[in-house]
């Protein structure tokens, strides 16, 4: 059984996904309960040909113009320390902390590091890393920064940081494609994605119009005569029940792979369906505190035309040109066959990079592509703490 503190904490990761804003006082805490000063998710993308390194959330005590001059002096170095932190990070499926000192430097080779001297001037020195989702992974990359009075991660912590991780992973996926401008009602009814937040016993606390609209048409969903939300596919009823109604254990037990706990259901051709995804919610600031075991509920029907920027989707993926243009496509619900009627191009080649867009965007099918797609562009639509390119 967990600490109750480490489950309050977990249920306030969760309710980052609805209400982003938490995002400063969850990672305070987070590095707080985990021994550090202080902590950040970093992303990386390529733009022109130059990486760059962003941070869209930092713990509540840090003040974002500092982390911003901070990452644009320090890009450079940034960019190697964070090559060695995914090296090792990035093995295995578990979410794994590294310390800075696990990657061949000594503690004196360490603090000549220019990046290191300037955050021993705000009483900073030893960092731990990790990447968060090892399906994307220049996004959601994780990294403590601790006092200059004492070394980085201890054993325990690492233990600790194995059971926070993997719902800071999940929080942030199933967060991104809700992010957004503007005041969260106004968000809520204007998502591209269907949203419910039900009660434990399954009845509805909210919704939007395009949940609703899936539950009219879909059949993946019904309200019954007590107006419980029901799950209809006997074949996911498992899995849907597991992650609705159970204890919050069973949540991020996918460690560095979150998307392996969504519920994917096809429909039509093309591997077009209904991506679902679901977490826990407790507190929110437009509904307020939550019946007891909540849940967020998200729906992607991907056989509605979407508009895809896949100019930013290849800042993250290595997308040809040919490429990006077949991914604006697929969003639009066209088939393979009438891509390549409109891009002129015979029906094997626009397989052949159909399957190597799935090959680089490591998704199984189009719905999951298309839902990465559409998580990637909300983030943007925010101040992210980076720099603009010269």
């Not at 600490?3 to 707080?32: C, M, R």
């Not at 190597?356 to 592509?369: C, H, I, Q, V």
Request: net charge negative; proline share 4%.
């Amino acid at each position: 059984m967990r600490d109750d503190n480490v489950q309050s904490l977990i249920l306030k990761i969760y309710d980052t996904a609805l209400d982003p804003g938490n995002w400063p006082e969850v990672l305070f805490s987070v590095a707080h309960t985990l021994g550090a000063q202080g902590s950040m998710i970093f992303e990386m993308t390529d733009h022109f040909g130059r990486q760059t390194i962003s941070s869209p959330y930092q713990s509540k005590n840090y003040d974002p113009e500092a982390v911003r001059a901070y990452i644009k002096k320090h890009n450079s170095q940034e960019l190697l320390d964070q090559g060695k932190f995914a090296e090792i990070s990035g093995q295995g499926e578990d979410i794994s902390l590294v310390n800075d000192l696990e990657f061949g430097v000594t503690p004196k080779s360490l603090s000549e590091q220019s990046n290191v001297q300037d955050m021993m001037k705000f009483k900073l020195k030893h960092r731990s890393g990790a990447i968060l989702n090892k399906d994307s992974w220049h996004i959601d990359r994780f990294s403590l920064q601790y006092a200059d009075t004492r070394g980085p991660a201890t054993g325990a912590e690492k233990a600790l940081a194995r059971v926070l991780l993997p719902h800071i992973a999940k929080a942030l996926r199933i967060g991104r494609p809700i992010i957004g401008k503007g005041a969260l009602p106004e968000r809520f009814q204007k998502l591209p994605f269907g949203v419910c937040v039900i009660s434990a016993k399954g009845f509805p606390i909210a919704s939007n119009v395009e949940f609703d609209r899936i539950v009219d048409d879909a059949g993946i969903f019904k309200i019954v005569s007590n107006g419980q939300l029901v799950f209809t596919r006997d074949i996911d009823s498992e899995k849907y029940k597991s992650l609705s109604q159970d204890a919050d254990e069973v949540h991020g037990q996918n460690g560095a792979y979150p998307r392996r706990q969504s519920i994917y259901v096809p429909a039509g051709l093309n591997d077009l369906g209904y991506f679902i995804e679901i977490c826990p919610i407790k507190n929110n600031s437009e509904f307020g505190i939550l019946p007891t075991n909540s849940r967020l509920i998200t729906v992607l029907d991907t056989q509605n035309s979407r508009s895809i920027d896949a100019g930013l989707v290849a800042r993250f993926f290595p997308l040809t040109e040919s490429e990006k243009l077949v991914l604006e496509l697929i969003g639009k619900g066209h088939t393979n066959r009438e891509i390549a009627e409109i891009r002129f191009r015979s029906e094997e080649t626009i397989n052949s990079q159909v399957k190597s867009l799935l090959f680089k965007t490591y998704t199984k099918n189009r719905t999951e592509l298309v839902q990465l797609a559409l998580s990637l562009a909300a983030p943007f639509d925010m101040d992210m703490t980076g720099f603009a390119l010269d």
